[in-house]
C-alpha cells in the first residue's frame, strides 16, 4: 500500500526543510520513500521552473499553463509509477499551490484552475496534505534574512514569486487556509513559526500515525 503526502505552504514557510526532514525519518523507518518537488522532477519540469521562477513577463493563465504543464509530465513520468511499485511518494508542493498561487494570489478562477489540475494529474490527489502555516510577513523575512537567519542564496533572476507584493502572499496563505478548511479530513494544519525540529515533530507525529492507517510496514 502506498501513500501520496503532498507538503504546501507560502514561500519561505519551510516545506524544503521538513519535506527533507520526514524523508530522514522515512528511511531510518525502513520506508522506501521518494521525495519530488514542484515544479520539477523532470528535465522538462526543470526548464519550465527556470522559466516560471525568471522575469519573463506572463498573463496569470499561461503562468498556470506552465505548472501545470510541469505537473503533468512529473505525474506521468515519476509520481504514478512510484506510487504503482508502492513506495511512498512526498512531494514538495502539487496542484494547491496552482489554486493558492494562481487562483488566491493572481486571481484566476478557482474552477478553472481546479479543471486543469484534474487534467494535468488525471484527478490523481494526494491521501494527505501538510500545510506549514506561518504568516508571510515571518515567511518572507526568513527568505531575504532580515529576521537574522542566514536568508536564502537563490539565484536574484529566479525569484520572480519572492518579489511579488506583500498583498499577493497574504492572499496566498489565506488561500491555503481557505482549502485547507474546505477538506479538513486531508489537510494537516501546522504552524510552522516554530523552530525547523519542533516543526518536525508535529510533521512526523502526522505522517507516521498515517504509515499505521496505511499499514505500511516500518522496521523502527
Ligand atoms: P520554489 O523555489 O520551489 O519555492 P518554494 O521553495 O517556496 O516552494 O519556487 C516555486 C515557486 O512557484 C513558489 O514561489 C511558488 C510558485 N508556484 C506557483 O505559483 N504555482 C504552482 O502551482 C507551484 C507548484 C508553484
Not at 7 to 35: F, N, P, R, W
Not at 102 to 112: H, N
Not at 149 to 174: A, C, L, M, Y
Amino acid at each position: 500500500m502506498s501513500l501520496f503526502l503532498s507538503i504546501e505552504g507560502g514561500d519561505g514557510a519551510g516545506k524544503s526543510t521538513q519535506a527533507e526532514l520526514v524523508m530522514i525519518h522515512l528511511k531510518a523507518s525502513g520506508v522506501d520513500a521518494l521525495l519530488v518537488h514542484e515544479p520539477g522532477g523532470t528535465d522538462f519540469g526543470e526548464q519550465v521552473r527556470r522559466l516560471v521562477k525568471g522575469d519573463v513577463e506572463r498573463c496569470p493563465m499561461s503562468e498556470l499553463f506552465l505548472f501545470e504543464a510541469a505537473r503533468a509530465q512529473l505525474v506521468q513520468d515519476v509520481i504514478r509509477p512510484a506510487l504503482e511499485a508502492g513506495r511512498v511518494v512526498v512531494t514538495d508542493r502539487y496542484a494547491d499551490s496552482s489554486l493558492a498561487y494562481q487562483g488566491f494570489g493572481r486571481g484566476l478562477d478557482l474552477t478553472d484552475v481546479h479543471a486543469l489540475n484534474h487534467a494535468a494529474t488525471g484527478g490523481l490527489m494526494p491521501d494527505a496534505t501538510v500545510l506549514l502555516d506561518i504568516s508571510p510577513e515571518q515567511a518572507l523575512a526568513r527568505v531575504d534574512g532580515s529576521d537574522g537567519s542566514e536568508g536564502r542564496t537563490d539565484d536574484p533572476k529566479q525569484v520572480r514569486f519572492e518579489q511579488e507584493p506583500i498583498e499577493f502572499h497574504r492572499r496566498v496563505t489565506e488561500g491555503f487556509r481557505a482549502l485547507a478548511s474546505a477538506e479538513p479530513e486531508r489537510w494537516f494544519v501546522v504552524g510552522a513559526s516554530a523552530t525547523p525540529d519542533a516543526v518536525a515533530e508535529k510533521v512526523w507525529s502526522i505522517v507516521s500515525n498515517l504509515l499505521v492507517l496505511r499499514g505500511i510496514n516500518r522496521n523502527a
